[in-house]
């Protein structure tokens, strides 16, 4: 049975409180009547997304075995085993030149950026910046750059006669704009929701233990009366997970400030725990894309080059010193554990995604997600056969459970220009493209 309010609520609707602005997720009073939700104004829209681990994955711990529909899953992807229905592996693309800054800078661009160490940098618009045009527009933010590492001290050379700056990010605005990604999970949580203040009014609202939803209890009260049930459920279940992230930055933060003498630059709001700073990060990627305040995000889970220790995993080396691992079996090993933890914590993302409804499928269904890297044998820092992954069901565009195998060398530009075609944007080429990649 189905009961029909006469509640009408804007797509758009934004609960507003002192320094707090919630916007809500989809709910079924935002469209009318009886219209099902694909033939109303709010149909699903298309997301998209795009992951980056640094310095490679193992090569022949990555790759599929057997090609086609219904893959053997790789030790290294066995954890998204739940998710095959939802993945597609692309093996074979590459990047067209070796190096860290050049695959960086490349991976998204699917252009060889210029050779310089000065401030005349030139690489290509990257296609999250493309898709944020097309698809971005009509949210508060087009798009999101997340990141966990902090870049402000790189700057002149950072690779073989290339700048610091094609390392630093993913994103180009244009061929000579790169765009900042931000570390910290406050400063993220406040551009989606609203806290102004100077750092000192900040924290006193963080030792009052506040939740920033207390400031808009009335509206919610008045909200929650008027829906049906269904929608009561989806609302609570939105502002729990508000909360929840809200809950550990707030957590992270009483960390941090009791460090400040011993560490005066710590950021506030960054945990201490690398898997909880890349928990939060993907939780407020989530969050934007579940309240339409974002339908394009970027996210570096580490710099190319990182010196990060991963001590969690019982691994004592720096992940950057460890990739030139000079055929050492141990040190393989503690590569391939670590690709597999990166690939755990995406996993829990795509949860997230598949457990969020969204008209009338989930955030994963209606989301493009990109992850890989722009080398694959971080020994040698080869562009060949980087490791490539699609998830989700794009909106029905994406067919899943597939490991497709592109002919030898084929430019990671055409996946890009074949994603192109996926949203709707008509381009010829894109970076150094010579074709499309069949999806």
Same mark, same amino acid.
Request: proline share 5%; with cysteine; glycine share 8%.
């Given at each position: 049975?189905?009961?029909?309010?006469? /509640?009408?609520?804007?797509? *758009?609707?934004?609960? /507003?409180?002192?320094?707090?602005?919630?916007?809500?997720?989809?709910?079924?009073?935002?469209?009318?009547?009886?219209?099902?939700?694909?033939?109303?104004?709010? =149909?699903?829209? *298309?997301?998209? $997304?795009?992951?980056?681990?640094?310095?490679?994955?193992?090569?022949?711990?990555?790759?599929?075995?057997?090609?086609?529909?219904?893959?053997?899953?790789?030790?290294?992807? /066995?954890?998204?085993?739940?998710?095959?229905? &939802?993945?597609?592996?692309?093996?074979?693309?590459? @990047?067209?030149?070796?190096?860290?800054?050049?695959?960086?800078?490349?991976?998204?661009?699917?252009?060889?950026?210029?050779?310089?160490?000065?401030?005349?940098?030139?690489?290509?618009?990257?296609?999250?910046?493309?898709?944020? =045009?097309?698809?971005?527009? #009509?949210?508060?933010?087009?798009?999101?750059?997340?990141?966990? !590492?902090?870049?402000?001290?790189?700057?002149?050379?950072?690779?073989?006669?290339?700048?610091?700056?094609?390392?630093?990010?993913?994103?180009?605005?244009?061929?000579?704009?790169?765009?900042?990604?931000?570390?910290?999970? +406050?400063?993220?949580?406040?551009?989606?929701?609203?806290?102004?203040?100077?750092?000192?009014? *900040?924290?006193?609202?963080?030792?009052?233990?506040?939740?920033?939803?207390?400031?808009?209890? !009335? #509206?919610?009260?008045?909200?929650?009366?008027?829906?049906?049930?269904? #929608?009561?459920? *989806?609302?609570?279940?939105?502002?729990?997970?508000?909360?929840?992230?809200?809950?550990?930055?707030?957590?992270?933060? /009483? +960390?941090?400030?009791?460090?400040?003498?011993?560490?005066?630059?710590?950021?506030?709001?960054?945990?201490?725990?690398? !898997?909880?700073?890349?928990?939060?990060?993907?939780?407020?990627?989530?969050?934007?894309?579940?309240? @339409?305040?974002?339908?394009?995000?970027?996210?570096?889970?580490?710099? &190319?080059?990182?010196?990060?220790?991963?001590?969690?995993?019982?691994?004592?080396?720096?992940?950057?010193?460890?990739?030139?691992?000079? $055929?050492?079996?141990? =040190?393989?090993?503690?590569?391939?554990?670590?690709?597999?933890?990166?690939?755990?914590?995406?996993?829990?993302?795509?949860?997230?995604?598949?457990?969020?409804?969204?008209?009338?499928?989930?955030?994963?269904?209606?989301?493009?997600?990109?992850?890989?890297?722009?080398?694959?044998?971080?020994?040698?820092?080869?562009?060949? &056969?980087?490791?490539?992954?699609?998830?989700? $069901?794009?909106?029905?565009?994406?067919?899943?459970? +597939?490991?497709?195998?592109?002919? =030898?060398?084929?430019?990671?530009?055409?996946?890009?220009?074949?994603?192109? #075609?996926?949203?709707?944007?008509?381009?010829?080429?894109?970076?150094?493209?010579?074709?499309?990649? !069949?999806?």
């Amino acid at each position: 049975m189905t009961f029909l309010t006469k /509640k009408s609520l804007s797509r *758009r609707m934004i609960l /507003k409180g002192a320094g707090a602005a919630i916007a809500l997720p989809l709910l079924e009073s935002m469209v009318g009547a009886q219209t099902p939700l694909a033939k109303s104004g709010a =149909k699903p829209v *298309r997301r998209f $997304g795009a992951v980056f681990v640094p310095l490679g994955e193992r090569p022949g711990y990555w790759t599929p075995k057997t090609v086609g529909d219904n893959f053997e899953f790789s030790p290294i992807l /066995k954890p998204l085993e739940a998710f095959r229905k &939802d993945l597609t592996v692309v093996s074979d693309l590459c @990047d067209p030149l070796d190096g860290h800054a050049a695959t960086v800078a490349a991976w998204l661009s699917g252009s060889i950026p210029k050779q310089t160490m000065a401030e005349d940098i030139h690489c290509g618009t990257t296609i999250d910046q493309v898709l944020a =045009k097309h698809i971005g527009q #009509d949210t508060v933010f087009p798009s999101l750059e997340l990141a966990t !590492e902090d870049f402000t001290g790189y700057i002149g050379a950072c690779d073989t006669q290339f700048a610091c700056a094609y390392m630093n990010t993913l994103c180009w605005r244009t061929p000579t704009e790169p765009l900042p990604m931000e570390i910290n999970p +406050r400063i993220v949580f406040e551009r989606i929701f609203g806290a102004p203040g100077t750092p000192a009014q *900040r924290m006193a609202r963080l030792k009052k233990e506040k939740s920033i939803l207390d400031s808009v209890q !009335e #509206d919610l009260g008045e909200l929650k009366g008027g829906l049906g049930a269904g #929608d009561r459920n *989806r609302l609570s279940d939105y502002l729990d997970n508000v909360r929840q992230i809200e809950k550990q930055i707030q957590n992270a933060e /009483k +960390r941090a400030a009791t460090q400040l003498t011993a560490v005066p630059d710590a950021p506030i709001g960054i945990p201490e725990s690398y !898997e909880e700073h890349v928990a939060l990060q993907f939780d407020l990627a989530a969050v934007a894309y579940q309240a @339409d305040m974002t339908r394009v995000f970027t996210f570096m889970m580490a710099r &190319d080059a990182s010196q990060r220790v991963y001590a969690n995993l019982g691994i004592t080396e720096p992940h950057h010193s460890m990739s030139h691992h000079g $055929g050492d079996a141990q =040190k393989i090993a503690n590569l391939v554990r670590l690709n597999t933890f990166h690939i755990e914590l995406f996993g829990r993302f795509l949860a997230k995604l598949k457990a969020t409804p969204d008209g009338e499928g989930t955030l994963l269904d209606h989301s493009t997600i990109l992850f890989g890297s722009g080398m694959s044998e971080s020994n040698v820092h080869s562009r060949l &056969d980087v490791p490539t992954l699609l998830a989700g $069901g794009g909106a029905g565009n994406l067919k899943g459970n +597939r490991h497709i195998k592109a002919a =030898k060398e084929t430019p990671l530009a055409n996946l890009m220009l074949s994603l192109t #075609d996926k949203f709707g944007v008509e381009m010829e080429r894109f970076g150094i493209s010579t074709g499309r990649v !069949e999806l």
